[in-house]
């Protein structure tokens, strides 16, 4: 049973160019949630879903999108990166909200 | 927003101390979770509080909501360096209550 699952874990990006991160949970949860990790700053939420198809903002949506098209996968994209991305970005999902199952984090670098 | 205040943002322990970790809320919480995270990895969850005075404890780990229900502590009885971490309470935000918050954590290192 591989939980929730992140890819990639590690990344490099020039300013400017794309990608999307891949959160994949195996535990058939509704609800799935990107955040971003910084320093002194805690877990701050960017955008969750409640089922598939729906998407919703958090604390700190701009300069993300994410799409839901099928339960298991919530995958989170940057359009065009900017060094103020550079941060720990972790997957969750759950049943209800509350007990949050976690991915082991992804680690994007923007020079 | 839901905020959550976390103190303090850091605490060094001798093993075999206790410690306390409190978490403040602006508003009423209708539910008040506690995680775990070992550095560089995701978070665990350790335990849930829903009702006013409610306390829960795993192993040396015991966690309360005081009663009006806007206060939780996480206290640790004789630390071990297995408990050395980051820990955050999270929340949900009132309103549509799916958005998820969590506090800024504290990081605990536990001195063998």
């Known amino acids: 049973n591989a939980g929730v699952t992140q890819t990639p874990k590690f990344r490099v990006l020039k300013t400017g160019q794309s990608m999307t991160l891949l959160c994949a949970q195996d535990m058939n949860h509704e609800y799935m949630y990107w955040y971003r990790q910084d320093p002194g700053m805690g877990l701050r939420l960017i955008h969750y879903?409640?089922?598939?198809?729906?998407?919703a903002k958090g604390e700190v949506p701009d300069g993300y999108n994410v799409s839901r098209l099928k339960k298991q996968n919530f995958l989170l994209g940057l359009e065009s990166a900017a060094p103020s991305q550079t941060s720990v970005y972790f997957c969750a999902s759950s049943f209800y909200t509350g007990e949050l199952f976690f991915g082991e984090g992804s680690r994007l670098t923007v020079l | 927003s839901q905020e959550l205040e976390q103190s303090p943002q850091s605490l060094i322990v001798q093993e075999g101390k206790n410690l306390t970790i409190n978490c403040t809320s602006s508003?009423?919480?209708?539910?008040l979770y506690w995680y775990k995270q070992k550095y560089g990895e995701g978070l665990i969850f350790l335990m849930m509080?829903?009702?006013?005075?409610e306390e829960k404890s795993h192993e040396k780990i015991t966690a309360k909501l005081d009663e009006k229900k806007q206060q939780s502590s996480l206290h640790i009885t004789a630390s071990q360096p297995s408990h050395a971490g980051i820990y955050l309470c999270?929340?949900?935000?009132?309103?549509?209550?799916?958005?998820?918050?969590f506090g800024t954590g504290t990081s605990l290192t536990v001195i063998p």
């Open positions: 509080l829903q009702k006013g005075g």
């Open positions: 879903s409640v089922g598939e198809g729906t998407t």
């Open positions: 508003k009423t919480l209708y539910g």
């Open positions: 999270g929340a949900v935000a009132g309103g549509t209550g799916n958005q998820f918050y």
